[in-house]
């Protein structure tokens, strides 16, 4: 049956520029780090592309390592792409990352430009793509001059492997340095990728600071720290759900202990007061800050996709609920 999107699908949905750009961005953006790999449904994962869609999310994130395997997310989207949205490409933002492991030797991770533009060509391909939106380079290289990496995104733009580029999990002099050689290449810096919830704030510590300084979007990945801020942890952790996937150990070292869920408990609390659910309230904690661009959440059934989609109807915080919000997590 041919796919046929919502004719509604801009009416409701927020977008945002991102930082000085052209590039306007929906306010939530769809991330296929889990649960559209080779080892999911492709029929649920066509289900969640669909939804998202109709409801005016026209960002889809990915990258090259994202499965499992490592992969397979980029093949699932391409045939979803190939074979139900073709037609409205042009209406698309899709995004892919390097820089973790990809394959062996010493080519095959981190940022050198031989191993950031093989690993584009390699996404373009697994996905059936000319072009990305966005290519970002997924976290800084310790070893490799940034002048290396950032020249390296440089050329894949005016290759045409990519409209647009971004960094990933920089620290505020990084994301300086990127932004200043960049910005001398004459390929700006799109966005900045970092990981922020009400459990990780590290880039309110500088980082945010400077993407306002260079005119830098922000999308914040995790908003709902791996599921732990919503209320799929505040009776038993189900059986299908990624904490029991992972052994109960998240990556970036979140875990779901009795301290962090008695205060996503006190959270909700605050959340059912506003009228929301408590994953509705941590993304819209996440969109409050005037420097946000999109907020990138992970689903892995079609109602997350619509949850996710009406925290947009209640982004205003009063200064007492943020005190309330800041005394809980300080407790």
Known sequence: MTYLPAESRYDNMEYRRSGHSGLKLPAVTLGLWYNFGGVDSLENARSMIHRAFDLGITYFDLANNYGPPPGSAEESFGQILAQDLAPYRDELIISTKAGYYMWPGPYGEW????????SLDQSLERMGLDYVD???????DPD????????????????????YVGISTYDPEQTRDAARILRNLGTPCLIHQPRYNMFDRWIEDGVLDVLKEEGIGCIGFSPLCQGILTDKYLQDIPEDSRADRLEGEFHWGDSVTQERIAKVRKLNELAQARGQSMAQMAMAWVLRHPGMTSALFGASRVAHVEEAVAALDNLEFSAEELQRIDEILAE
């Open 111 to 118: 940022g050198s430009r031989k191993y950031l533009v093989a």
């Open 144 to 163: 490799t001059p940034m002048e290396e990496t950032m020249g390296a995104l440089d050329y894949i733009v005016r290759s045409g492997r990519a409209l």
């Open 134 to 140: 966005i290519f970002y380079s997924h976290r800084p």
